[in-house]
């Protein structure tokens, strides 16, 4: 079974950046397509970027364009996403979730067959 722990939050002002990290174990990491969700306090889980098996191959939500980069090091099983431009409403846990029988970077919440435990950004303003 495959897990996930996500590291790399915490408080930062505004204009800010941060990088998340997920570190995978206990599966082959290449097999899966990685996803990147957040999740504030009333609101529902939404996808925020996602990545293909090798990293080729991108996705972003409308609310990370342009300020957010998905990437993966298989060697590493990790993957990252680094966030700039940080602003109060990307206040959120963030998690990282992994998909094993998608053709696609799929945005879908229920589309993910693994998650981690996520970790807290909190932008001030």
């Known amino acids: 079974q495959l897990q996930l722990v996500e590291s790399g939050g915490g408080l930062v002002q505004a204009g800010g950046s941060l990088r998340l990290s997920c570190v995978a174990s206990g599966g082959t990491f290449s097999r899966y397509r990685l996803g990147w969700f957040r999740q504030a306090p009333g609101k529902e889980r939404e996808f925020v970027a996602g990545?293909?098996?090798?990293?080729?191959?991108?996705r972003y939500a409308d609310s990370g364009k342009g300020r957010c980069t998905a990437s993966r090091d298989n060697a590493k099983n990790t993957v990252y996403l680094q966030m700039n431009s940080l602003k109060p409403d990307d206040t959120a846990v963030y998690y990282c979730a992994a998909d094993q029988d998608g053709s696609f970077i799929a945005t879908r919440v229920s589309a993910y067959d693994y998650w981690g435990q996520g970790t807290q950004v909190t932008v001030s303003s």
């Open positions: 990545t293909s098996r090798s990293g080729g191959s991108t």
